[in-house]
């Protein structure tokens, strides 16, 4: 968990009370307090939050292991939205591992950067993107190390030598040598460069331990600047860096730890009421706390191990520290992989004796604590990898849902299905929006309820589903719904549900086309409105998506070599791709004989028995030229065969 200087405020109790979601993306009561939750599109490494687009409004951003970036933009009530992905283009071929936010050229906005290594080459890298006016500019990679692979595993942008300027902090190892030396990194910035960029001085690495896992930038001394505290997992030591003022580390105290836990997580504050700032450390193996009371000038005296997690919680993740019970003590706050997150009150003792526990979804990775919808309380916010959502807990007072669609790619001139989404933390009985597209691209035919929707409300249907699809071409289209359900049952709080399937026909366009499609006001009302369990009407905030129409490629299944023709070559092609013999093909969609949407040694097997057994032909589309029942599956470039 990385510590940002801001004001600590009051987070509303309730939060931490017990939390039952349900089992499934269907219905059922209304539970205490619900997550509103936030897809990404990617498997979360990292995930921050900032103001991307310098709207004053707070932005989800998130990072997966390839460098692509997902940006959520707040609605102002802490929902969010409109998301955009950014491609990092090539290069990235390692792992990432850390996402960081701040002001590297000191020109009021947010900056982002990842860290990132390739497995076995030379470097490690931190990649930033520059915010020019709201948009991130293209990757600039800036190498760690030119004589060894030195891996980035924790991230942190921060002014370390008081020049207005955010440096860049990260603990990095060396992972290919014995042990796995770690060290502090620090390259300083040195503002911004004409053309565009940022020009920082060269690394600097303070040696120490081994696999380092956190690092956290805090004024542990009181001298004004930012001090740096490293956990390091394997080589089992907590260690403190004093900072000279101008960004210049020197180690100055180290605990090992010779019971093992192996160390993993840090968050700061004043744990004892002294006055004095001290650091709480989470463990990986054991998991537990350990408090590291500071002496204020940088050395550090280890208690006891507080058990915390028990079997099958999983792993604990990274922590998470606030007042949350406002008796002046920050708290800790301890999430689990299997999906537990368990809260550890201190009562001034830094003992952390009374315990809370809410079930979330799987995976969480860490807990911040943020004014998400500027209420003035605190918000819990997780990300969660395996589900590819972040979820913010605000409390129960704050009841709020939207309408969603995902980016999607459908194929030029043929049907296609369109989800409207829709999530609340409250569970949701009745709604109504509208949808805005452009006719001339997609032109709907229809809007039926969902899955969800039919099993939630049983055979019968919703009691209410009015549509008016439109005509002309600035109509939206229009949806009133109401499920009919008994009071506290509806779609589900704290996931996202299917509210509706929008069927188009898309045009057959020449060449890619993108084009938006997004909710709005429903029936000339003038917002977007969700019928809430126990609540009563609501407004909706409303994320548009772009879908991406694309140009299917005609071509013949199993006709891996382009030729026109199916014989023996064909399987031996597909099997010298596959084994890495051959360079990979531009259609596998053709390399893809049975037509199951992977290429696999089984396409071989399907040409080979289908010309010498009397097997079951290719799939379509053969023995002619066509495009696929489903063309997006896999990508095909144009074929010499298929003119």
């Known amino acids: 968990m990385k510590d940002n200087p801001r004001t600590v405020l009051k987070v509303q109790v309730l939060v931490l009370l017990l ?3 349900p089992a499934s993306g269907s219905w059922g009561q209304v539970p205490t307090n619900s997550p509103i939750p936030t897809p990404t599109s990617i498997s979360i490494r990292d995930g921050e939050v900032g103001d991307i687009d310098g709207d004053g409004v707070l932005d989800l951003i998130a990072v997966n292991g390839q460098g692509w970036l997902s940006i959520s933009h707040g609605f102002g009530n802490g929902s969010h939205g409109n998301r955009i992905l950014i491609d990092p283009g090539p290069g990235v071929e390692g792992l990432v591992r850390s996402l960081a936010i701040g002001d590297l050229d000191a020109d009021g906005d947010s900056d982002v950067a990842f860290a990132w290594a390739t497995p076995s080459d030379p470097g490690g890298f931190i990649s930033i993107h520059i915010n020019e006016a709201g948009t991130l500019g293209p990757r600039l990679d800036i190498p760690l190390d030119l004589q060894v692979n030195r891996t980035p595993y924790d991230l942190v942008l921060a002014d370390v030598d008081g020049d207005g300027r955010d440096d860049i902090i990260c603990c990095t190892n060396i992972l290919d040598v014995t042990l796995q030396p770690a060290s502090l990194t620090v390259l300083r910035s040195l503002g911004s460069v004409s053309g565009g960029g940022v020009l920082f001085s060269a690394p600097e690495h303070t040696e120490f331990s081994s696999l380092a896992t956190d690092i956290l930038a805090h004024d542990m001394d009181g001298d004004g600047d930012l001090d740096v505290l490293m956990a390091c997992r394997d080589g089992n030591t907590f260690s403190a860096f004093r900072n000279d003022g101008g960004g210049g580390f020197t180690l100055a105290s180290s605990i090992f730890f010779p019971l093992l836990p192996h160390p993993y997580s840090l968050v700061g504050g004043d744990f004892t009421g002294d006055g004095i700032e001290d650091a709480v450390l989470g463990t990986w193996m054991t998991k537990s706390l350990i408090l590291l009371e500071g002496d204020g000038n940088l050395g550090y005296t280890a208690g006891l191990e507080i ?5 099958g919680w999983g792993v604990m993740q990274r922590l998470g520290s606030a007042d949350l ?13 299997g999906g537990v997150v368990a809260t550890r009150f201190n009562g001034g003792d830094a003992k952390f004796e009374n315990q809370a526990l809410f079930s979330s979804y799987q995976g969480p990775l860490q807990v911040q604590f943020i004014d998400l919808d500027a209420d003035g309380s605190l918000d819990l916010l997780m990300d969660h990898s395996d589900l590819e959502v972040f979820t913010a807990f605000l409390g129960s007072q704050n009841v709020n849902g939207y309408f969603h669609f995902e980016p999607q790619r459908v194929s030029a001139g043929l049907p296609a299905t369109i989800p409207l989404q829709v999530a609340s933390n409250r569970a949701i009985e009745g709604f109504e929006v509208g949808i805005e597209l452009d006719r001339s691209l997609m032109i709907p035919t229809s809007l039926d309820p969902s899955a969800e929707v039919m099993a939630a409300t049983g055979p019968a249907g919703p009691l209410v589903w009015i549509v008016d699809l439109g005509s002309a071409a600035g109509d939206a289209i229009q949806l009133v719904a109401n499920l009919g359900l008994p009071p506290g049952f509806g779609l589900g709080a704290g996931i996202m549900n299917d509210a509706a399937e929008l069927s188009v026909d898309v045009a057959m366009v020449p060449t890619w086309t993108e084009t938006s499609i997004a909710p709005v006001a429903g029936f000339g009302s003038p917002a977007a409105t969700l019928q809430l369990s126990g609540w009563g009407i609501v407004e ?3 994320s548009q998506a772009l879908i991406s129409i694309e140009v299917p490629v005609p071509f013949i299944r199993a006709d891996a070599n382009d030729n026109g023709i199916i014989n023996i070559a064909d399987a031996v092609v597909v099997l010298r791709r596959l084994f890495g013999i051959d360079a990979p093909g531009t259609c596998l969609a053709a390399e893809d004989a049975d037509g199951d949407g992977v290429t ?24 002619g030229c066509d495009i696929a029942p489903d063309p997006l599956i896999l990508p095909c470039t144009a074929r010499l065969s298929c003119p």
């Open 19 to 21: 939390i039952h979601l």
């Open 325 to 337: 019970d406002a008796d002046g003590a920050p708290d800790i706050t301890a999430p689990f992989s």
């Open 540 to 542: 909706a905030s409303l």
């Open 307 to 311: 058990p915390v997690g028990v079997l």
């Open 600 to 623: 696999d040694i089984g396409d071989a097997i399907r040409i080979v028995t289908y010309l010498f057994s009397g097997g079951i032909a290719p799939g379509a589309p053969f023995p």
